[in-house]
């Protein structure tokens, strides 16, 4: 499938890389369709709408950056997504690079949940207030490093 992305311009890409994210993303309901697509920094991936060229997100794995980061998620809203076993759950946080060059930071707030089977997504808010929308993902990194 060829779709138009913000940062890479037209590019081909597999549909086993095509998320369904019914409810769509907090702030962006309207938009459901999208294409995972490799970054040239790893170990992050750009989540890029298939509806909307200009709409993509810096995705990271958060257990990559917080070793001690839980997700209690509820087994109803996973059934919105038809996630059968845990092991079938890919959790990834959206990534934001401020302009004013403060720290980069990961919603560890509000995950995605991804089914790897069928490839349905959605973002969920976790009550857990550890958590914050904002974690510096350097200093976490350091934190992580020094355990």
């Given at each position: ?65 917080s070793s001690d980061y ?21 959790i990834m946080t959206i ?53």
């Open positions: 499938m060829e779709i138009l992305t913000k940062t890479c311009g037209k590019i081909e890409i597999n549909e086993d890389r095509l998320l369904d994210i019914p409810e769509g993303l907090y702030g962006f309901e309207q938009y459901t369709k999208y294409a995972l697509i490799d970054s040239d920094y790893e170990p992050f991936i750009w989540l890029q709408s298939t509806e909307n060229e200009n709409l993509a997100f810096l995705i990271v794995d958060p257990f990559m950056i839980e997700t209690d998620i509820d087994d109803d809203c996973l059934e919105k997504i038809e996630i059968k076993k845990p092991e079938d759950i890919i990534v934001t690079i401020p302009q004013d060059g403060s720290p980069i930071t990961a919603n560890f707030q509000g995950p995605l949940v991804i089914n790897k089977v069928n490839k349905k997504c959605m973002q969920v808010i976790l009550s857990d207030n550890r958590w914050s929308t904002k974690v510096d993902i350097l200093n976490a990194l350091k934190e992580k490093g020094g355990e």
